[in-house]
C-alpha cells in the first residue's frame, strides 16, 4: 500500500553498504521505521531527505516489517542547525524528547507541530538557548497531557502565596500547608512561577520578550527535566548528558 505524508527524521542507521533505516515522526502515522535503499549512494535523490532532521514529503510503501521511502521531496533541511554547535546539541535534544514519548503509528498533530517550529526557530538562533528549551519543554509535556498544574496548589486548591514548591508526583505546585504531603516536592518561588508561566504560553518565536535571568532558567529547567522523566518513564537523556560532558571540558 503506498501512502504520504510530512515526516521530520529523528533518527538514522546505515544498513549494509547503501541503505539507511530511518526513524521518521510523519504527521499523519505517527513515529514510523522505514528503509532508505540507496540512500548512501553519492547521487541518490533521497540523500537530502534521509538525513536527520530533515523535513520532507515523504511516499512510503507500507511493508509487512517496516515502511520503505519510495520519494522524497525535501521541504527543510534545517541546515543551519547542523552549523553551530549549540543549535546541533540542542537540536539532538529535541529530537530525543519526541523519539522518547512516541510510539510507532500513533499521529500527534500538535506534538509534529511542535517539533516542527521547534527546528524552524532553533535554526536561526544565535542566543538564550535556555530559554528556547524550557518553553519546548513545557508546551511538549503539556501536548503528552501532563500539563503542571501553576494557577492553585495541585493538592488542595487553595491559592498560591509567596510560598511554594512544585511536586514532581502530582504535577503541579502545591501550597505551604501542603509541604508535608510530598516531602520530594522541589523547590520553587513565584517569580520561577511567573516564568514558568509566561514560557508556557508564549510562543517560541516569541520568546525574546521574556527576560529571565540566567540563575533561575537553570532551576527551572531541572525541574522541568526531571518532571518530564518522571512522567515518560526515562532514566535520563543521552544527549543531554553529553552536553553537560562537553561543558564540564570547557565547551559551550
Request: hydrophobic share 40%; net charge positive; proline share 3%.
Amino acid at each position: 500500500m503506498l501512502v504520504k505524508s510530512e515526516g521530520i527524521v529523528l533518527r538514522e542507521v546505515k544498513f549494509e553498504e547503501t541503505n539507511k533505516i530511518l526513524t521518521i515522526f510523519s504527521r499523519k502515522y505517527g513515529k514510523i521505521t522505514a528503509m532508505v535503499r540507496g540512500a548512501l549512494r553519492p547521487r541518490s535523490p533521497l540523500i537530502a531527505s534521509s538525513q536527520v532532521f530533515s523535513y520532507s514529503d515523504y511516499n512510503f510503501y507500507k511493508g509487512k516489517s517496516f515502511y520503505h521511502v519510495n520519494q522524497g521531496d525535501i521541504i527543510d533541511s534545517f541546515y543551519p542547525i547542523r552549523e553551530d554547535m549549540n543549535r546541533l546539541l540542542y537540536g539532538a535534544y529535541l529530537l530525543e524528547l519526541v523519539d522518547s514519548s512516541t510510539v510507532e503509528g500513533v499521529p500527534s498533530e500538535k506534538l509534529f507541530e511542535l517539533l516542527k517550529k521547534g527546528l524552524k526557530v532553533l535554526s536561526s538562533l544565535n542566543k538564550d538557548f535556555l530559554k528556547f528549551i524550557i518553553g519546548f519543554e513545557i508546551k511538549y509535556i503539556s501536548f503528552l497531557g501532563y500539563r503542571p498544574y501553576l494557577n492553585k496548589c495541585v493538592l488542595c486548591g487553595e491559592d498560591i502565596n509567596d510560598t511554594l514548591k512544585f511536586s514532581i508526583s502530582h504535577g503541579g505546585v502545591i501550597c505551604e500547608r501542603c509541604f508535608k504531603l510530598d516531602p520530594g516536592s522541589k523547590k520553587m518561588d513565584k517569580n520561577m512561577l511567573n516564568y514558568l508561566k509566561q514560557l508556557l504560553y508564549t510562543s517560541l518565536d516569541e520568546l525574546d520578550n521574556i527576560k529571565i535571568p540566567k540563575d533561575v532558567m537553570i532551576k527551572i529547567q531541572d525541574i522541568m527535566i526531571k518532571y518530564i522523566l518522571t512522567n515518560i518513564e526515562k532514566n535520563k537523556f543521552n544527549s543531554l548528558d553529553f552536553m553537560e560532558s562537553i561543558k564540564k571540558n570547557g565547551g559551550l
